[in-house]
């Protein structure tokens, strides 16, 4: 991973913005060359490969040639069908997982592992199940070792922001879904990370809550200005949350279309209403819907197969 070259370090400063809202956003369009970004990207992702061995020397492939970015201050989502590498994507530019060819750069320095500039949350719920919801909060924080009185004065003001005041000393497991995911949201933000990666965060929940949730965080990012790169199933959550979308192809996931939303950053719900909104929903539904002009004919359900697999000769 990283091609060998010099890592972002560990902290980094959190996105401003204007009281209004958001900073401007970058025109994108032109690809960074090797070891640097393009000015204005927080996150660029050129020619992204990724395999995983499947065993005796055969590999699966799951991301081939991912081109993206991702302007500082703007919240992308990335949709696609399940099994087409969206959270192995997320995880990558988390520094979770090693890619096999192409560039992750953060603020124009490559990924070469976890850090505090980037806040995770993951697709199944991933509390501490042994610590209190504001341990849980602080976890980020004791790691990078952040005195007590300061780290207790952020945990204070991260679970005011995340509505969960009341519930400082309860454990996960006496909460909703919605209020772990609220937690979890909470820790992400907690080392204030300039990029907040969200995999599929409200797909567990509730068409209620999950409507709540998308307030809140679209409330999240216009207050913290913060970068986001999102992976969701949910079409109308997309348009309704993002700047701009990716629609990934399936087996192996290629960017097969980047849409941009025009409802601005001050957007309401009464947006869903919008004929534009509904006419991007029907636009996306038949992208994700409608075979790729190299899928085989023999009927792929978008899953990986054993058999969709190759072998490297070593
Ligand atoms: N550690 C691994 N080892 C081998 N194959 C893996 C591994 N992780 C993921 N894969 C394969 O890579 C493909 C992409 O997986 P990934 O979890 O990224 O998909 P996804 O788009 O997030 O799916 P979903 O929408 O269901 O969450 C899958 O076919 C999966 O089987
Ligand atoms: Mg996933």
Same mark, same amino acid.
């Given at each position: 991973?990283?091609?060998?070259?010099?890592?972002?370090?560990?902290? #980094?400063?959190?996105?401003?913005?204007?009281?209004?809202?958001?900073?401007?956003?970058?025109? =994108?369009?032109?690809?960074?060359?090797?070891?640097?970004?393009?000015?204005?990207?927080?996150?660029?992702?050129?020619?992204?490969?990724?395999?995983?061995?499947?065993?005796?020397?055969? !590999?699966?492939?799951?991301?081939?040639?991912?081109?993206?970015?991702?302007?500082?201050?703007?919240?992308?989502?990335?949709?696609?069908? /399940?099994?087409?590498?969206?959270?192995?994507?997320?995880?990558?530019?988390?520094?979770?997982?090693?890619?096999?060819?192409?560039?992750?750069?953060?603020?124009?320095?490559?990924?070469?592992?976890?850090?505090?500039?980037?806040?995770?949350? !993951?697709? #199944?719920?991933?509390?501490?199940?042994?610590?209190?919801?504001?341990?849980?909060?602080?976890?980020?924080?004791?790691?990078?070792?952040?005195?007590?009185?300061?780290? /207790?004065?952020?945990?204070?003001?991260?679970?005011?922001?995340?509505?969960?005041?009341?519930? #400082?000393?309860?454990?996960?497991?006496?909460?909703?879904?919605?209020?772990?995911?609220?937690?979890?949201?909470?820790?992400?933000?907690? $080392?204030?990370?300039?990029?907040?990666?969200?995999?599929?965060? !409200?797909?567990?929940?509730?068409?209620?809550?999950?409507?709540?949730?998308?307030? !809140?965080?679209?409330?999240?990012?216009?207050?913290?200005?913060?970068?986001?790169?999102?992976?969701?199933?949910?079409?109308?959550? #997309?348009?309704?949350?993002?700047?701009?979308?990716?629609?990934?192809?399936?087996?192996?996931?290629?960017?097969?279309?980047?849409?941009?939303?025009?409802?601005?950053?001050?957007? =309401?719900?009464?947006?869903?209403?919008? $004929?534009?909104?509904?006419?991007?929903?029907?636009?996306?539904?038949?992208?994700?819907?409608?075979?790729?002009?190299?899928?085989?004919?023999?009927?792929?359900?978008?899953?990986?197969? $054993?058999?969709?697999?190759?072998?490297?000769?070593?």
């Amino acid at each position: 991973m990283g091609q060998g070259l010099t890592g972002r370090s560990a902290m #980094a400063n959190t996105v401003t913005a204007d009281d209004s809202g958001h900073p401007e956003h970058s025109s =994108a369009g032109e690809h960074p060359s090797a070891g640097e970004g393009v000015v204005g990207h927080k996150l660029d992702i050129v020619g992204l490969e990724k395999d995983f061995e499947s065993g005796r020397g055969r !590999f699966t492939r799951a991301l081939d040639g991912i081109d993206l970015h991702v302007d500082t201050g703007e919240f992308v989502c990335i949709l696609g069908a /399940s099994g087409c590498g969206k959270s192995t994507l997320l995880n990558i530019v988390a520094g979770l997982e090693h890619h096999t060819a192409g560039q992750v750069l953060v603020d124009g320095e490559p990924v070469v592992g976890p850090g505090a500039d980037r806040g995770m949350v !993951f697709q #199944a719920y991933s509390l501490y199940p042994w610590r209190t919801v504001a341990e849980n909060v602080a976890f980020g924080l004791e790691c990078a070792g952040m005195a007590k009185a300061e780290r /207790s004065e952020r945990v204070r003001e991260l679970l005011g922001v995340v509505g969960l005041s009341n519930f #400082a000393d309860v454990l996960p497991k006496k909460l909703s879904g919605g209020m772990r995911q609220r937690v979890a949201i909470a820790r992400a933000l907690a $080392p204030r990370p300039d990029l907040l990666l969200l995999d599929e965060p !409200f797909g567990a929940l509730d068409a209620q809550t999950k409507r709540s949730m998308q307030e !809140f965080i679209h409330l999240v990012w216009r207050r913290t200005g913060s970068t986001i790169l999102m992976v969701t199933h949910d079409i109308a959550e #997309a348009v309704y949350l993002s700047d701009r979308i990716y629609v990934l192809t399936s087996r192996p996931g290629r960017v097969g279309a980047e849409i941009p939303i025009p409802f601005g950053a001050d957007r =309401a719900p009464r947006v869903k209403r919008d $004929p534009r909104f509904l006419d991007l929903l029907d636009e996306i539904e038949d992208m994700l819907h409608s075979p790729r002009p190299d899928d085989d004919p023999s009927g792929h359900d978008g899953e990986l197969h $054993p058999d969709d697999t190759y072998e490297v000769l070593v």
